[in-house]
T-cell receptor, first 117, second 113 residues
Framework: ETGVTQTPRHLVMGMTNKKSLKCEQHLGHNAMYWYKQSAKKPLELMFVYNFKEQTENNSVPSRFSPECPNSSHLFLHLHTLQPEDSALYLC????????????????FGPGTRLTVL | GENVGLHLPTLSVQEGDNSIINCAYSNSASDYFIWYKQESGKGPQFIIDIRSNMDKRQGQRVTVLLNKTVKHLSLQIAATQPGDSAVYFCAEAFNNAGNMLTFGGGTRLMVKP
């Protein structure tokens, strides 16, 4: 395993529900990421956190709300989602966000398969 | 599994043969390229990377070739095994860009026993 765990692995929710996705990394990393992998598009970066601070929001709609209480945990709070939000949501971590030089290697979790009805 | 519905190019090879997976990247200014492997039910897993000032890099059973003239990247897998069956993605990045990766659409590799 990669050292990055995600729960739940599968989630079905209605458009009016509120749910949260959880990610935990056991690698001692300081950067964590949320990605969306949908059936029709390549893997898309959503959010980046470095030392608990958000450093990137890739124009993600406000119905997705990330939270990073510490360097080991990352949440994605979901509310009022749309059917087109159905996708595999992947969490990743890296040593830190490399501000200079090449990017640090990112280690991915297995993802949460989300279905919005 | 992942990417069902996305019309991924598929490469089917016989076990023991060599595989070549291709990727056309978008930005001629990219500094860094990475190959990831994603097996069914799992997240992407780093395989190998290459910097833009190189044209070849070898790992264990894998070789990445970079042709900057035509913005083309390839992953060669020697003696392909059933465990190599997966979707393979290339990604590109810039130096000093805070770990931002741009992923390609992926290629599905199927290994026939």
């Amino acid at each position: 395993e990669t050292g990055v765990t995600q729960t739940p692995r599968h989630l079905v929710m209605g458009m009016t529900n509120k749910k949260s996705l959880k990610c935990e990394q056991h690698l001692g990393h300081n950067a964590m990421y949320w990605y969306k992998q949908s059936a029709k598009k390549p893997l898309e970066l959503m959010f980046v956190y470095n030392f608990k601070e958000q450093t990137e929001n890739n124009s993600v709609p406000s119905r997705f709300s990330p939270e990073c209480p510490n360097s080991s945990h990352l949440f994605l709070h979901l509310h009022t989602l749309q059917p087109e939000d159905s996708a595999l949501y992947l969490c990743a971590s890296s040593q830190e966000v490399a501000l200079a030089g090449p990017p640090d290697t990112q280690y991915f979790g297995p993802g949460t398969r989300l279905t919005v009805l | 599994g992942e990417n069902v519905g996305l019309h991924l190019p598929t490469l089917s090879v016989q076990e023991g043969d060599n595989s070549i997976i291709n990727c056309a990247y978008s930005n001629s200014a990219s500094d860094y390229f990475i190959w990831y492997k994603q097996e069914s039910g799992k997240g992407p897993q780093f395989i190998i990377d290459i910097r833009s000032n190189m044209d070849k890099r070898q790992g264990q059973r894998v070789t990445v070739l970079l042709n900057k003239t035509v913005k083309h990247l390839s992953l060669q897998i020697a003696a392909t095994q059933p465990g190599d069956s997966a979707v393979y993605f290339c990604a590109e990045a810039f130096n000093n860009a805070g770990n931002m990766l741009t992923f390609g659409g992926g290629t599905r590799l199927m290994v026939k026993p």
